[in-house]
Protein backbone atom coordinates (compact mmCIF):
# COMPACT_ATOMS: atom_id res chain seq x y z
CA UNK A 1 0.00 0.00 0.00
CA UNK A 2 1.45 3.32 -0.83
CA UNK A 3 1.59 6.05 2.04
CA UNK A 4 0.16 9.43 1.69
CA UNK A 5 2.28 12.11 2.26
CA UNK A 6 2.46 15.68 2.77
CA UNK A 7 -0.23 17.80 3.81
CA UNK A 8 -3.27 15.05 3.63
CA UNK A 9 -0.63 12.79 5.71
CA UNK A 10 -0.37 15.28 8.18
CA UNK A 11 -3.93 16.33 8.25
CA UNK A 12 -4.90 12.63 8.80
CA UNK A 13 -2.04 12.02 11.98
CA UNK A 14 -4.00 14.78 13.81
CA UNK A 15 -7.48 13.45 13.29
CA UNK A 16 -6.48 10.10 14.53
CA UNK A 17 -4.76 11.42 17.75
CA UNK A 18 -7.75 13.61 18.54
CA UNK A 19 -10.18 11.36 18.19
CA UNK A 20 -7.89 9.02 20.83
CA UNK A 21 -8.18 11.79 23.20
CA UNK A 22 -11.51 12.58 23.05
CA UNK A 23 -12.61 8.50 23.23
CA UNK A 24 -9.71 8.42 26.48
CA UNK A 25 -11.80 11.36 28.19
CA UNK A 26 -14.66 10.36 27.70
CA UNK A 27 -14.50 7.49 30.55
CA UNK A 28 -12.47 8.53 32.91
CA UNK A 29 -14.97 11.48 34.23
CA UNK A 30 -17.82 9.94 36.81
CA UNK A 31 -20.47 12.76 38.29
CA UNK A 32 -20.55 13.53 41.60
CA UNK A 33 -23.51 11.26 42.25
CA UNK A 34 -21.79 8.55 41.28
CA UNK A 35 -19.22 8.34 44.25
CA UNK A 36 -19.81 5.40 46.59
CA UNK A 37 -22.21 6.35 49.20
CA UNK A 38 -19.97 5.22 52.25
CA UNK A 39 -17.16 7.61 50.82
CA UNK A 40 -16.41 10.18 53.53
CA UNK A 41 -15.55 13.49 51.77
CA UNK A 42 -11.79 14.11 51.94
CA UNK A 43 -10.57 10.28 52.23
CA UNK A 44 -8.86 11.21 48.43
CA UNK A 45 -6.45 13.18 50.29
CA UNK A 46 -3.46 11.32 51.40
CA UNK A 47 -3.04 9.66 55.11
CA UNK A 48 -1.23 12.63 56.53
CA UNK A 49 -3.50 15.18 55.21
CA UNK A 50 -6.40 12.80 56.39
CA UNK A 51 -5.39 12.55 59.88
CA UNK A 52 -6.40 16.24 61.74
CA UNK A 53 -9.13 16.28 59.54
CA UNK A 54 -10.84 12.23 60.77
CA UNK A 55 -10.04 13.17 64.27
CA UNK A 56 -12.04 17.06 63.90
CA UNK A 57 -15.17 15.11 62.61
CA UNK A 58 -15.03 11.91 64.58
CA UNK A 59 -14.29 13.44 68.10
CA UNK A 60 -17.63 16.33 67.53
CA UNK A 61 -20.01 13.24 68.11
CA UNK A 62 -18.41 11.37 71.27
CA UNK A 63 -17.12 14.65 72.93
CA UNK A 64 -18.20 13.58 76.39
CA UNK A 65 -16.12 10.36 76.04
CA UNK A 66 -12.91 11.84 77.58
CA UNK A 67 -14.48 11.48 81.12
CA UNK A 68 -16.52 14.26 81.28
CA UNK A 69 -18.38 14.61 84.63
CA UNK A 70 -21.29 16.63 83.80
CA UNK A 71 -19.88 20.33 85.19
CA UNK A 72 -19.20 17.89 88.09
CA UNK A 73 -22.34 17.85 89.04
CA UNK A 74 -23.60 14.03 89.05
CA UNK A 75 -21.05 12.24 89.37
CA UNK A 76 -21.37 9.94 86.25
CA UNK A 77 -19.17 10.03 83.02
CA UNK A 78 -21.57 11.02 80.21
CA UNK A 79 -20.65 8.37 77.49
CA UNK A 80 -21.20 10.84 74.03
CA UNK A 81 -24.05 12.14 72.28
CA UNK A 82 -25.15 8.14 71.33
CA UNK A 83 -26.64 7.68 74.55
CA UNK A 84 -28.87 10.69 73.50
CA UNK A 85 -29.23 11.76 77.57
CA UNK A 86 -28.37 14.77 79.33
CA UNK A 87 -27.31 13.73 82.96
CA UNK A 88 -27.85 16.08 86.75
CA UNK A 89 -25.89 18.74 86.52
CA UNK A 90 -23.67 19.40 83.05
CA UNK A 91 -24.72 19.46 79.50
CA UNK A 92 -22.87 16.16 78.39
CA UNK A 93 -24.21 16.75 74.90
CA UNK A 94 -23.26 18.41 71.84
CA UNK A 95 -26.00 20.42 71.95
CA UNK A 96 -26.27 21.36 75.68
CA UNK A 97 -30.24 21.63 75.46
CA UNK A 98 -32.75 19.51 77.17
CA UNK A 99 -34.45 18.65 73.79
CA UNK A 100 -33.67 14.98 73.40
CA UNK A 101 -32.85 12.27 76.37
CA UNK A 102 -34.29 12.00 79.53
CA UNK A 103 -35.45 15.91 79.88
CA UNK A 104 -32.80 17.62 82.47
CA UNK A 105 -32.68 21.03 82.74
CA UNK A 106 -30.91 23.87 80.12
CA UNK A 107 -27.32 23.87 80.73
CA UNK A 108 -27.61 27.36 82.55
CA UNK A 109 -29.31 25.62 85.42
CA UNK A 110 -27.06 22.29 85.15
CA UNK A 111 -23.92 24.70 85.85
CA UNK A 112 -25.69 26.23 88.39
CA UNK A 113 -26.12 22.97 90.30
CA UNK A 114 -22.54 22.35 90.15
CA UNK A 115 -21.09 25.58 91.17
CA UNK A 116 -20.76 25.78 94.78
CA UNK A 117 -21.57 30.00 95.20
CA UNK A 118 -24.79 29.42 93.16
CA UNK A 119 -27.97 29.35 94.98
CA UNK A 120 -29.56 26.40 92.68
CA UNK A 121 -26.14 24.34 94.16
CA UNK A 122 -26.67 20.13 93.96
CA UNK A 123 -25.27 18.94 97.61
CA UNK A 124 -26.10 15.38 98.86
CA UNK A 125 -24.52 12.12 99.94
CA UNK A 126 -22.72 11.88 96.25
CA UNK A 127 -22.08 15.58 95.44
CA UNK A 128 -19.84 17.43 97.68
CA UNK A 129 -18.43 20.98 98.08
CA UNK A 130 -14.57 21.82 97.91
CA UNK A 131 -12.98 21.17 101.37
CA UNK A 132 -12.23 24.93 101.65
CA UNK A 133 -15.61 26.57 100.63
CA UNK A 134 -16.78 29.22 103.01
CA UNK A 135 -19.61 31.65 101.50
CA UNK A 136 -18.64 35.05 100.98
CA UNK A 137 -22.14 36.84 102.12
CA UNK A 138 -23.18 35.26 105.44
CA UNK A 139 -25.26 37.48 107.44
CA UNK A 140 -27.56 36.99 110.21
CA UNK A 141 -31.59 36.79 109.28
CA UNK A 142 -33.27 39.46 111.46
CA UNK A 143 -35.84 36.50 112.82
CA UNK A 144 -36.56 34.29 115.74
CA UNK A 145 -33.99 31.49 117.38
CA UNK A 146 -34.27 28.68 119.90
CA UNK A 147 -30.78 30.67 121.06
CA UNK A 148 -29.68 34.42 121.49
CA UNK A 149 -25.79 34.06 120.52
CA UNK A 150 -25.20 35.32 117.68
CA UNK A 151 -23.27 32.44 116.79
CA UNK A 152 -22.19 30.45 113.43
CA UNK A 153 -25.69 28.52 113.25
CA UNK A 154 -27.55 31.27 113.32
CA UNK A 155 -25.81 32.59 109.60
CA UNK A 156 -27.03 32.27 106.19
CA UNK A 157 -26.23 33.45 103.19
CA UNK A 158 -27.46 37.71 102.21
CA UNK A 159 -29.67 36.26 99.85
CA UNK A 160 -31.19 33.71 101.84
CA UNK A 161 -31.38 35.20 104.85
CA UNK A 162 -33.59 37.95 103.20
CA UNK A 163 -35.75 35.57 102.02
CA UNK A 164 -36.16 34.12 105.42
CA UNK A 165 -36.99 37.38 107.11
CA UNK A 166 -40.25 37.31 104.24
CA UNK A 167 -41.15 33.67 105.33
CA UNK A 168 -40.96 33.93 109.00
CA UNK A 169 -43.37 37.68 108.29
CA UNK A 170 -45.89 35.58 106.24
CA UNK A 171 -45.98 33.12 108.93
CA UNK A 172 -46.60 35.41 111.31
CA UNK A 173 -49.55 37.23 109.13
CA UNK A 174 -51.16 33.92 109.49
CA UNK A 175 -50.59 32.88 113.00
CA UNK A 176 -47.37 30.75 113.02
CA UNK A 177 -44.86 31.33 114.75
CA UNK A 178 -41.28 29.75 113.78
CA UNK A 179 -38.14 29.89 115.49
CA UNK A 180 -34.50 29.16 113.75
CA UNK A 181 -32.60 26.19 115.04
CA UNK A 182 -29.86 26.11 113.01
CA UNK A 183 -28.42 27.00 109.90
CA UNK A 184 -24.76 27.97 108.63
CA UNK A 185 -22.60 25.53 109.46
CA UNK A 186 -18.34 25.56 108.80
CA UNK A 187 -16.66 22.42 107.29
CA UNK A 188 -15.15 21.86 111.01
CA UNK A 189 -18.71 22.21 112.62
CA UNK A 190 -19.82 19.25 110.20
CA UNK A 191 -16.81 17.40 111.10
CA UNK A 192 -16.83 17.28 114.92
CA UNK A 193 -20.86 17.02 114.40
CA UNK A 194 -20.60 14.15 112.50
CA UNK A 195 -17.95 12.23 114.24
CA UNK A 196 -19.82 12.88 117.57
CA UNK A 197 -22.66 10.90 115.63
CA UNK A 198 -20.57 8.23 114.38
CA UNK A 199 -19.43 7.43 118.09
CA UNK A 200 -23.20 7.08 119.58
CA UNK A 201 -24.38 5.61 116.69
CA UNK A 202 -22.14 3.99 114.26
CA UNK A 203 -21.09 5.02 111.10
CA UNK A 204 -23.86 3.27 108.88
CA UNK A 205 -26.93 4.31 111.00
CA UNK A 206 -25.20 8.16 111.66
CA UNK A 207 -25.27 8.23 107.95
CA UNK A 208 -29.09 7.85 107.51
CA UNK A 209 -29.61 11.68 109.20
CA UNK A 210 -26.11 13.59 109.42
CA UNK A 211 -24.16 14.32 106.33
CA UNK A 212 -20.54 13.56 105.95
CA UNK A 213 -18.26 16.71 106.33
CA UNK A 214 -18.11 18.47 102.60
CA UNK A 215 -21.86 17.13 101.65
CA UNK A 216 -23.90 19.09 104.16
CA UNK A 217 -26.48 21.71 103.20
CA UNK A 218 -25.63 23.73 106.25
CA UNK A 219 -22.27 24.11 104.44
CA UNK A 220 -23.76 25.80 102.17
CA UNK A 221 -25.23 28.52 103.91
CA UNK A 222 -28.33 27.90 102.43
CA UNK A 223 -30.44 25.48 104.80
CA UNK A 224 -31.83 26.07 107.87
CA UNK A 225 -33.30 23.56 110.84
CA UNK A 226 -36.61 25.45 112.07
CA UNK A 227 -39.13 24.84 114.89
CA UNK A 228 -42.11 26.40 116.31
CA UNK A 229 -41.34 29.81 118.33
CA UNK A 230 -41.58 27.74 121.54
CA UNK A 231 -38.60 25.10 120.35
CA UNK A 232 -40.79 21.89 120.70
CA UNK A 233 -40.03 19.17 118.71
CA UNK A 234 -37.30 21.29 117.13
CA UNK A 235 -35.30 18.63 114.50
CA UNK A 236 -37.61 15.45 115.80
CA UNK A 237 -40.25 13.55 114.03
CA UNK A 238 -42.86 15.04 115.73
CA UNK A 239 -42.34 18.28 114.27
CA UNK A 240 -43.82 17.19 110.89
CA UNK A 241 -47.43 16.74 112.95
CA UNK A 242 -47.45 20.53 113.97
CA UNK A 243 -48.91 23.51 112.44
CA UNK A 244 -46.16 24.85 111.78
CA UNK A 245 -44.33 22.04 109.53
CA UNK A 246 -47.60 22.09 107.42
CA UNK A 247 -47.51 25.62 106.84
CA UNK A 248 -44.65 24.96 105.27
CA UNK A 249 -44.96 22.36 103.03
CA UNK A 250 -47.81 24.63 101.61
CA UNK A 251 -46.04 27.87 101.89
CA UNK A 252 -42.54 27.32 101.77
CA UNK A 253 -42.17 27.33 98.21
CA UNK A 254 -43.55 31.20 97.88
CA UNK A 255 -40.54 32.30 99.21
CA UNK A 256 -38.17 30.41 97.53
CA UNK A 257 -37.39 27.87 100.25
CA UNK A 258 -38.13 23.79 99.49
CA UNK A 259 -38.89 20.99 102.19
CA UNK A 260 -35.33 19.59 101.19
CA UNK A 261 -35.98 15.68 102.51
CA UNK A 262 -39.46 14.99 101.53
CA UNK A 263 -41.34 12.01 103.17
CA UNK A 264 -41.52 8.37 101.30
CA UNK A 265 -38.49 9.97 98.88
CA UNK A 266 -35.41 8.74 101.23
CA UNK A 267 -34.40 6.61 98.34
CA UNK A 268 -33.95 9.62 96.06
CA UNK A 269 -32.08 11.82 98.68
CA UNK A 270 -30.74 9.33 100.97
CA UNK A 271 -32.06 10.97 104.17
CA UNK A 272 -35.48 10.08 105.91
CA UNK A 273 -37.78 12.53 106.09
CA UNK A 274 -37.08 15.93 108.16
CA UNK A 275 -40.28 18.11 107.49
CA UNK A 276 -37.77 20.58 109.41
CA UNK A 277 -34.59 21.25 107.42
CA UNK A 278 -35.44 24.44 104.63
CA UNK A 279 -33.19 24.41 101.81
CA UNK A 280 -33.36 27.89 99.86
CA UNK A 281 -33.01 27.49 95.88
CA UNK A 282 -35.13 30.92 94.59
CA UNK A 283 -38.52 31.31 93.91
CA UNK A 284 -38.37 29.44 90.21
CA UNK A 285 -36.90 26.27 91.43
CA UNK A 286 -38.50 26.38 94.22
CA UNK A 287 -42.32 26.56 92.62
CA UNK A 288 -41.31 23.80 89.58
CA UNK A 289 -40.34 21.78 92.37
CA UNK A 290 -43.47 21.77 94.49
CA UNK A 291 -45.69 21.87 91.91
CA UNK A 292 -44.70 18.55 90.79
CA UNK A 293 -43.75 17.05 93.81
CA UNK A 294 -40.36 16.16 93.37
CA UNK A 295 -36.98 16.85 95.16
CA UNK A 296 -33.96 18.76 94.25
CA UNK A 297 -32.31 15.42 93.17
CA UNK A 298 -35.35 14.67 90.59
CA UNK A 299 -35.41 18.57 89.21
CA UNK A 300 -31.81 18.15 88.33
CA UNK A 301 -32.46 14.44 87.16
CA UNK A 302 -29.39 13.53 88.75
CA UNK A 303 -31.18 10.15 89.56
CA UNK A 304 -33.08 7.59 88.03
CA UNK A 305 -36.70 8.75 88.70
CA UNK A 306 -39.15 5.59 87.83
CA UNK A 307 -41.74 7.67 87.74
CA UNK A 308 -40.37 11.37 86.62
Same mark, same amino acid.
Given at each position: ????????????????????????????????????????????????? %???? &?? /? @??? =??? #???? *?? $? +?? !?? %???? &?? /? @??? =??? #???? *?? $? +?? !?????? &????????? #??????????????????????????????????????????????????????????????????????????????????????????????????????????????????????????????????????????????????????????????????????????????????????????????????????
Amino acid at each position: MKLRTGWGATTTAVVLVMAAVLFTGCGKDKPADTEPLNQTPGTELNDAG %NTGA &NE /G @ANG =GSG #SGTD *GN $T +DN !GA %NGET &NT /G @ADQ =GDT #SAAG *GG $T +DS !GTAEEG &NGAKPDASQ #SAAADADSVAVLVNKEFALPEDHKPGDLVYPDVRFTFKEKIEKRMMRKEAASALEKLFEGAESDGIYLAGVSAYRSHSTQTSLFNRYVKKDGLEKAKTYSAVPGHSEHETGLAIDVSGSDGKCAAEDCFGDTEEAKWLAEHASEYGFIIRYPEGKDDITGYKYEPWHLRYVGKEIASDIAERDITLEEYYDAVPVANP
